[in-house]
């Protein structure tokens, strides 16, 4: 017999040391894959938010006033276009929920209000939002909604988490 013949293939201590590194890998690469899922989430938040304030501006050019809801600027269920359902936006945001935030839209007397808020802050969300019929939109860096005393989406004040602060 020749016991110094090779055999072909993978010895299982070769098998493990793969499977550690690519498991080194992956506890590497989950956080930013996470926190990159998390930042698109964020800016497809301020996308609807800007959605929602040209359905409002096109909704008021057409009725004389500002929606009091997001079903009234989403898809009728049955017919045409009306005032209770303007088919302006989709039926997901006109739902009120969509890729991990949760809108929700209050009629005024002189306009409206629009707050979006992560569904699961920090996993699909570090940021709310805040906009009203001024269309400037507003950014609070914690699970407090944004208000109309918020800074600004961008500002230095906003990415410090301090008001006025730079």
């Known amino acids: 017999m020749n016991r110094n013949r090779r055999q072909n293939g993978f010895s299982l201590i070769e098998l493990l040391i793969v499977i550690a590194?690519?498991?080194?890998?992956?506890?590497?690469?989950?956080?930013?894959?996470?926190?990159?899922r998390m930042y698109a989430q964020e800016t497809a938040a301020l996308k609807a938010i800007q959605t929602i304030n040209t359905a409002q501006v096109q909704y008021n050019s057409t009725f004389g006033r500002f929606a009091q809801s997001?079903?009234?600027?989403?898809?009728?269920?049955s017919g045409n276009a009306n005032?209770?359902?303007a088919d302006l936006i989709g039926s997901d945001l006109a739902a009120?929920?969509?890729?991990?935030?949760?809108?929700?839209?209050?009629g005024t007397p002189t306009g409206y209000t629009v707050s979006a808020v992560p569904i699961a802050f920090g996993s699909t969300g570090s940021r709310t939002f805040f906009t009203d019929q001024s269309l400037v939109v507003r950014e609070n860096y914690s699970q407090d909604p944004a208000t109309v005393n918020s800074p600004e989406v961008g500002t230095a004040a906003a990415k410090t988490g301090a008001s006025g602060a730079k």
Not at 21 to 34: E, G
Not at 70 to 77: A, C, I, K, N, S
């Open 21 to 36: 590194i690519i498991l080194i890998i992956v506890t590497v690469a989950l956080p930013k894959l996470n926190k990159a």
């Open 83 to 85: 005032a209770s359902a």
């Open 70 to 77: 997001l079903t009234e600027l989403g898809p009728p269920t």
């Open 96 to 106: 009120g929920e969509k890729q991990g935030y949760r809108y929700t839209l209050t």
